[in-house]
């Protein structure tokens, strides 16, 4: 089951106390005050991780707990700090603070975010020594961590949008690369929705299909482009059934500019799919035409053969990793 929205509990850990201890000497019974502050609690953080189930696997347990801080020693040895709790959340999360409000947002792999302090140690008795105080008996207990409950929502962060008319092949290409079972048929509007699926930990997406005039409203319309907005890279399908794939491809290029010309500074591929229904021929003549008139990569594929679809993945997946390195 895919969780998008989920309630955390966290609790940092409580500081530990300080001590009373003495240091014999032989000129002095009671000897000097040697005792040791507690440690600290532990903070919690929450991290961003490239995995879109966590938030499933939180469900029947959602408490976070820091490790408290140990009390304090004898000789003046302070306790240790208590270990953190780092709780990982899908990249896109936005953590919100239902008691504070404070809304952190985690949009790229690592960030990390700290939401609760844990409470500081105590005082040992050595910490209170004066010089009109050469034996204090006092000591203080540590303080008790920070709590709190978050609310956690998803909005996926997109990795690579699919985009093209319907019945370009994308819910099909999505199908091969991941474990997603998107819809799959010979006719227009298959994806109502965007299905998502998983390709070494990126997010590729299957856009519901475009119709000229979608940047008006037209067909799935701006719930479409909408959708686009959100994703980093686009991977522009067109069938080799169109008779016209220039066509095809400044119609599409359109409704982008028409919705938000910024759509066309993404980074964008372009895939000519179903090369197994049309000769040898076709394929090369509107390969090398796209070529001519685009400044982007150009790949032709067949889901049915595999044709193509393996150089495409290890392409892609390449892509992907050096860019986000370079963000990250």
């Known amino acids: 089951m895919f969780v998008d929205e989920l309630i955390i509990?966290?609790?940092?850990g409580k500081g530990g106390d300080g001590v009373v201890r003495w240091l014999r000497m032989p000129h002095r019974p009671m000897g000097g005050p040697a005792g040791g502050d507690g440690g600290n609690g532990g903070d919690v953080y929450i991290r961003a991780v490239r995995d879109l189930g966590l938030l499933s696997r939180y469900t029947g347990d959602n408490v976070f707990r820091a490790g408290n801080g140990e009390n304090?020693?004898?000789k003046s040895q302070e306790g240790k700090n208590g270990e953190d709790m780092?709780?990982?959340l899908p990249v896109g999360s936005t953590v919100t603070d239902k008691k504070g409000g404070h809304v952190y947002v985690l949009e790229e792999a690592g960030q990390v975010h700290k939401i609760l302090l844990g409470g500081r140690g105590g005082y040992g008795n050595e910490h209170f020594k004066s010089a009109t105080n050469q034996s204090p008996e006092q000591s203080t207990r540590g303080?008790?961590?920070?709590?709190?409950?978050?609310?956690v929502e998803l909005s996926l962060l997109v990795d690579v949008g699919f985009i093209g008319f319907p019945n370009a092949g994308k819910s099909t290409l999505l199908n091969t690369f991941t474990n997603a079972t998107a819809a799959v048929g010979a006719y227009p509007f298959t994806?109502?929705?965007p299905h998502l699926g998983e390709l070494f930990g990126f997010i590729l997406a299957d856009i519901p299909g475009l119709i000229e005039g979608a940047s008006e409203g037209k067909g799935l319309g701006h719930k479409f482009l909408r959708h686009v907005r959100r994703t980093k890279m686009l991977l522009h399908l067109i069938s080799l059934e169109n008779e016209d794939v220039v066509d095809a491809y400044t119609k599409i290029q359109n409704e982008l500019r028409n919705f938000d010309i910024d759509?066309?500074?993404?980074?964008?591929?372009?895939?000519?799919?179903?090369?197994?229904l049309?000769?040898?021929?076709?394929?090369?003549?509107?390969?090398t035409t796209l070529e001519n008139i685009v400044s982007t990569k150009v790949f032709v594929i067949s889901a049915e053969t595999g044709e193509g679809v393996k150089f495409l993945q290890d392409e892609?997946?390449?892509h992907l990793r050096k860019t986000s390195k370079k963000v990250g």
């Open 9 to 12: 509990h966290g609790i940092a």
């Open 72 to 74: 304090g020693h004898g």
């Open 86 to 88: 780092y709780i990982d």
């Open 143 to 151: 303080k008790k961590g920070e709590e709190g409950e978050f609310l």
């Open 191 to 193: 994806t109502l929705e």
């Open 263 to 276: 759509l066309l500074e993404k980074e964008q591929w372009v895939v000519l799919t179903k090369s197994d």
């Open 278 to 287: 049309v000769s040898e021929e076709e394929v090369s003549s509107s390969r």
């Open 316 to 318: 892609l997946t390449t």
